[in-house]
C-alpha cells in the first residue's frame, strides 16, 4: 500500500481529491448540522459522531464498489425520452428529499411549529439519524464517483476520504454550535439546503451545474450574514451601553422618584 504513496502524482492526486472531498462534504456537514440542532448536546454530539461514522463506512464501502458504481451511469428506465441512470435515480430522491425536508423546516421556523417526531425524545434522535443515513448515502455516491474520475489507485481514495471525514468531523461541532447560537444562519443554512436539493434534482435529469457557482453563491451569502451578525452585536452593545448610562439617578429626597 505504502509504495502506492512513492511518486509525486500520488501526492498531488491525495491532495487534491482530499481537497474535493472536502469541498463536497461541506453540504452533509450543513444537513447535519441543521437536524442535530434540535437535540440537546449530549444527543447532538452522539448523532453527530454516528452521522460523519456512517459517512466515512459508506464512502469507504462504496469505493470497493467501483463496477457497480459505474455501472450506476448506465440508464437502466426511460422517462419522457429521457435515460435515467440509478445514479441520477439516487440524486433526484435525494434532492427531493432536501427540498421537502428543507421547505418543512423553513415553515416550521416562520410559523414556529415543529415538523420534527411527535413520539418524545428517543424518537425524535431516531428519526434525525434516520434522515443522516439517507442523506449520508446520497451525498456519498455523489463523492465517490467524483473521486473514481480524480484518482486511480483505491489506497489514494481510501486516505483522502478518511482525511476529508476528519476534517469534516473537526468543523461540524463548531458549525453546529454557531447554528445553534445564530438562529438566523439556520434559515441560511436551510436556503442552501434547498440550493444544493435543487442542484442534485437537476444533476439526476442531466442538467449540470458547476459546484463552483454554487459554492460561490454560499460563500458570498453566508459573508453577508456575518457582517449583519457584526452589525446587530455592535447595535445591541450600543443599545445596552445607552440604557445603563441614561438610567436617571435617584433622588436622596425623592425615594419613590416622583
Excluded at 504513496?5 to 452533509?28: H, K, R
Excluded at 474520475?149 to 461540524?172: F, H, K, P, R
Excluded at 440550493?195 to 463552483?212: E, N, Q, S, T, Y
Amino acid at each position: 500500500m505504502l509504495e502506492v504513496f512513492s511518486t509525486p502524482e500520488a501526492w498531488a492526486a491525495l491532495l487534491t481529491l482530499t481537497a474535493m472531498e472536502i469541498v463536497l462534504g461541506i453540504d452533509n456537514i450543513v444537513f447535519i448540522s441543521v437536524l442535530i440542532s434540535k437535540l440537546p448536546e449530549a444527543r447532538a454530539k452522539v448523532a453527530r459522531q454516528i452521522g460523519l461514522s456512517l459517512a466515512l463506512v459508506f464512502r469507504i464501502a462504496l469505493l470497493f464498489m467501483l463496477t457497480w458504481l459505474i455501472a450506476l451511469r448506465e440508464p437502466v428506465i426511460e422517462i419522457f425520452g429521457k435515460g435515467l441512470s440509478w445514479r441520477d435515480i439516487i440524486l433526484i430522491g435525494g434532492g427531493a428529499f432536501l427540498l421537502v425536508k428543507a421547505t418543512l423546516e423553513l415553515h416550521g421556523a416562520v410559523e414556529g411549529e415543529d415538523h420534527g417526531s411527535k413520539g418524545g425524545p428517543a424518537a425524535a434522535f431516531g428519526v434525525i439519524i434516520a434522515q443522516i443515513v439517507v442523506i449520508d448515502l446520497v451525498f456519498s455516491v455523489d463523492s465517490i464517483i467524483t473521486a473514481i474520475g480524480m484518482a486511480e489507485d483505491i489506497e489514494v481514495m481510501i486516505v483522502a476520504v478518511v482525511i476529508a471525514v476528519a476534517v469534516m468531523y473537526a468543523l461540524s461541532g463548531p458549525i453546529s454550535d454557531f447554528v445553534s447560537k445564530h438562529p438566523t444562519t439556520k434559515v441560511l443554512a436551510l436556503a442552501f439546503l434547498l440550493l444544493i436539493g435543487m442542484v442534485l434534482v437537476a444533476d439526476g435529469l442531466g442538467f449540470h451545474v458547476p459546484k463552483g457557482y454554487i459554492y460561490s453563491a454560499m460563500a458570498f451569502a453566508f459573508l453577508v450574514e456575518m457582517i449583519n451578525i457584526a452589525a446587530r452585536r455592535k447595535q445591541t452593545r450600543a443599545s445596552h451601553a445607552v440604557g445603563v448610562e441614561g438610567d436617571p439617578k435617584p433622588d436622596p429626597a425623592d425615594p419613590l422618584g416622583r
